[in-house]
């Protein structure tokens, strides 16, 4: 397993409800927000790139916690701005969200992992492919459509797409978007709560919504082996066991944190430990060219 240590990252590189504002990697981000290009300059240029097609997608594995097998690969959107380099989502979504291109933004994402996911599975790759969906997404009426039309597009089966949404929007969701997600769920596609502990909310939203995956936020594996979070942790776990959900902890980046989380039950780690998020080029050479035998899904899945 890939052990490169990078500044902890979140899916879309911002949260809604931080959960602890004192993190050395919440203080690595806010360092690094205070470069980042202005968002004058970021409104001016973004519609630009949504038209000239500037984003790409980078990949973060997965895997089974006990076995190591990969069970899936994260959608991770990138800017490639022509004189500003790499932008992180943290800096563009949440002025993408304001200018009303956040749909645009998220069709794209799905179309380009599902078309991403086609290719893998046509050299032989047998995982799934998780995106982020934001609020806005959900509420678009079309929304469940437009997801059963890029499945068939990419030859693909709706167990194959994981749609993940954080706890946040779940509070957030009006009567339209819930059922929206219970359309998703009825074609069949897999839905993740993300950033699961961030939020301050009653859990009676996992009884409301067809959830099928729970996240737990990075947040609470930094203190792992100390304190309450470990008995935070197991709760959890066993809380998303009793109702049948697969449990991810995302932050992984000690092996005494994977061992630790394989001994509470948990079903799959992402993380540093397990890969960094990566172009499909080097997601593809790194994690899928070596691998000689065929990748298993957990037995909860």
């Not at 709560?193 to 995956?213: A, C, H, N």
Request: aromatic content about 6%; overall charge negative.
């Amino acid at each position: 397993m890939h052990t490169t240590r990078n500044p902890p990252e979140h899916p879309h590189g911002w949260n809604w409800n931080q959960r602890r504002s004192v993190r050395p990697g919440r203080r690595l981000h806010q360092a690094t927000d205070a470069t980042a290009p202005s968002r004058l300059r970021i409104g001016r240029d973004l519609r630009h790139a949504v038209e000239h097609d500037e984003f790409v997608l980078h990949y973060q594995p997965e895997i089974d916690a006990s076995t190591g097998h990969m069970v899936a690969a994260e959608a991770l959107i990138r800017w490639q701005h022509p004189q500003l380099g790499m932008i992180r989502p943290n800096t563009f979504i949440p002025v993408a969200e304001d200018q009303g291109l956040i749909g645009k933004i998220g069709q794209w994402v799905l179309e380009t992992a599902c078309a991403q996911l086609h290719a893998w599975h046509a050299a032989g790759h047998d995982l799934r492919v998780a995106v982020n969906f934001s609020v806005e997404q959900l509420r678009r009426r079309d929304i469940a459509d437009t997801v059963a039309n890029a499945l068939e597009r990419f030859d693909l089966q709706p167990d194959d797409l994981v749609v993940e949404i954080t706890e946040s929007i779940c509070m957030r969701a009006n009567d339209r978007a819930r059922e929206n997600v219970a359309r998703l769920a009825h074609l069949g596609i897999r839905l993740a709560i993300d950033d699961f502990g961030t939020g301050y909310s009653s859990l009676s939203y996992l009884k409301r919504m067809p959830v099928r995956i729970l996240k737990i936020d990075r947040s609470f594996v930094v203190d792992l082996a100390d304190g309450p979070d470990s008995t935070i942790v197991r709760n959890i776990i066993s809380l998303a066991h009793e109702l049948d959900l697969i449990v991810i902890v995302e932050g992984v980046e000690t092996p005494a944190q994977h061992e630790l989380l394989r001994v509470m039950g948990c079903d799959m780690v992402q993380g540093y430990l397990v890969g960094e998020s990566l172009p499909p080029a080097l997601f593809h050479d790194a994690f899928l060219a070596p691998r000689q035998h065929t990748i298993v899904e957990p037995e909860r899945i």
